[in-house]
């Protein structure tokens, strides 16, 4: 549920949810009195939540929530990978300043869902339609204004292609297709100049990819940031909520950069991450003046608090902690390993080892992570590590290839690889952490959910030496079942399927049954 904290009591004010059996995935305070929410579900701890596609308003006077997209009953309908429903909704923007209206994107129902941005009224729920997607599966981005300006999408055989348009009512045109380009493009945002974009951009040679500007009126195109490791893990935005500042990245530690160090937006984090040392910092929401941010302290043992900093008065003050029950100084560290696949292949992960532990080997947990293709393992807090750390383990997660955040050459490494090379690179860490007397050779186990079920099953059954034992929860183990699922639903899953985990008929070698 959503619950809304009164500041000078710290009681509840009011709070709400959807519809039962699902949770509230994102919210949004569109004005001073609706709370707008998004719910999903999930069928598995260890899954992610996937969202239903409704859309309710929290009430703040009435202390009511209303549903205002989405049916009754419809609870479950996530299961299915192609929306059945009538819409299937997002919220784009909450428009602060137009209070009781919100953009809302909407798809509707189709083997290859088209998207319409409309205007949403809160109070009847009536919606205009503002202008329609010129591609399928499209994501809109807007400028500071509130104006969509770009929309993001794919073709049925997965394709990406950005469109742009000069302002409200122009045309949509096409600005970049990732059919015949060495790159792909998404944009992110859009200064106040109206002209210039901040683009994120894969790179040409397959490396991290980096955030762009590019002229809109030319094309001309202007590098901003790139590492020399990650992706950019996340876009930092200016109070408005809309502006691209700068990108958080996520290696040996979370690292901010920005694309001028001496804006204000700039000086706020350095200034709060100075007087939270050690923890990642996000500002998550602010009040209109600007004077309140309300503030997120994280870091691998700190599953995070929030805290509300005031810009007048340079103070934190405290709201709430995640499970505050732990005391961080006892929590066990974590930290940032790289090491070389068979082929010469770099590999990057993460070691949790128990706090006050002695150096030397230990029985050792490795926990390849779901997906798995664009999903990583990161340096944050881990709920499972932790516990297992608590128990004496060390734990070990590996981005194998097929992860995200190393560069597109190395996500689609993985391609076709189930079982292959991606299942190499896990046991290849494995050996590396013995050969680097981090895990007793004989004590080791391996732990995952959905793929990381499917790689735990196949690990013992390739490897069947090296583990103790394997744990597979919510796990894959029919690849050719997956595969025949996946085709018979959509044209762009049955593409997806054939390009990632390859042809049917290879892919009962690869399966633990």
């Given amino acids: 549920v959503l619950v809304v904290l009164d500041r000078a009591t710290g009681g509840i004010a009011s709070g709400g949810a959807g519809a039962a059996n699902t949770e509230v995935v994102d919210f949004w305070w569109a004005d001073d009195g609706h709370v707008l929410l998004t719910m999903g579900q999930r069928f598995g701890s260890r899954q992610v939540t996937y969202p239903t596609g409704e859309i309710h308003v929290l009430e703040l006077d009435r202390k009511r ?32 300043d137009e209070p009781g209206v919100a953009l809302v994107a909407v798809e509707l129902p189709d083997a290859q869902p088209r998207a319409q941005l409309e205007r949403l ?12 997607a010129p591609v399928r599966r499209a994501r809109f981005i807007l400028d500071p204004a509130g104006v969509a300006r770009f929309a993001y999408g794919f073709d049925v055989e997965n394709y990406s292609k950005l469109y742009y348009r000069d302002g409200e009512g122009a045309a949509w045109r096409l600005v970049h297709d990732a059919r015949g380009s060495d790159f792909i493009a998404k944009a992110v945002g859009m200064a106040a100049d109206g002209a210039t974009a901040y683009v994120q951009v894969t790179r040409p ?28 893990e996340r876009i930092i935005y200016d109070s408005d909520g809309r502006t691209p500042v700068g990108a958080r990245y996520m290696d040996d530690g979370v690292r901010l950069r920005f694309f001028d160090e001496d804006s204000a937006v700039a000086r706020r984090y350095r200034m709060l991450e100075s007087a939270l040392p050690g923890s990642a910092v996000a500002i998550t929401s602010g009040t209109r003046d600007g004077r309140l941010s309300l503030v997120h302290a994280a870091s691998d043992r ?56 002695d150096e030397g080997p230990l029985p050792l947990v490795v926990m390849p992570h779901g997906g798995p293709f664009g999903v990583f393992d990161a340096w944050y807090f881990d ?115 054939n390009e990632w985990m390859g042809a049917r008929d290879t892919l009962a070698a690869r399966s633990p049954v």
């Fill in 383 to 497: 709920t499972e590590s932790q516990l297992l750390a608590a128990a004496g383990y060390a734990v070990l997660r590996v981005n194998y290839r097929g992860s995200g955040n190393y560069g597109r050459r190395f996500q689609e490494s993985g391609a076709g690889q189930w079982g292959g090379a991606m299942q190499d690179d896990l046991t290849d860490a494995t050996r590396w952490a013995i050969d680097e007397g981090i895990a007793v050779a004989d004590r080791i186990c391996i732990v995952g959910a959905s793929y990381g079920g499917y790689a735990a099953l196949m690990g013992v059954a390739r490897e069947p030496g090296l583990y103790r034992c394997a744990v597979g929860y919510v796990g894959v183990y029919d690849l050719p079942a997956l595969h025949a699922d996946r085709a018979r639903t959509a044209a762009s899953l049955r593409h997806w399927v």
């Fill in 121 to 132: 009224n809160l109070r009847s729920g009536r919606r205009t339609t503002v202008t329609a």
């Fill in 65 to 96: 929530v209303r549903r205002l997209i989405g049916e009754a009953g419809q609870a479950g309908i996530v299961q299915n990978l192609v929306p059945t429903t009538p819409e299937f909704a997002i919220v784009v923007d909450p428009l602060p």
């Fill in 302 to 357: 700190d599953p995070g608090q929030y805290l509300l900093f005031d810009a007048e008065a340079r103070t934190l003050d405290g709201v709430f902690a995640r499970m505050d029950w732990l005391a961080p100084g006892q929590a066990a560290p974590t930290r940032r390993i790289r090491l070389q696949a068979r082929d010469g292949v770099a590999l990057h992960g993460y070691l949790t080892r128990p706090a006050g532990a």
């Fill in 205 to 232: 040679d397959g490396g991290p990819d980096a955030i762009e500007a590019w002229d809109m009126r030319t094309l001309a195109r202007t590098p901003l940031l790139q590492d020399p490791v990650v992706d950019p």
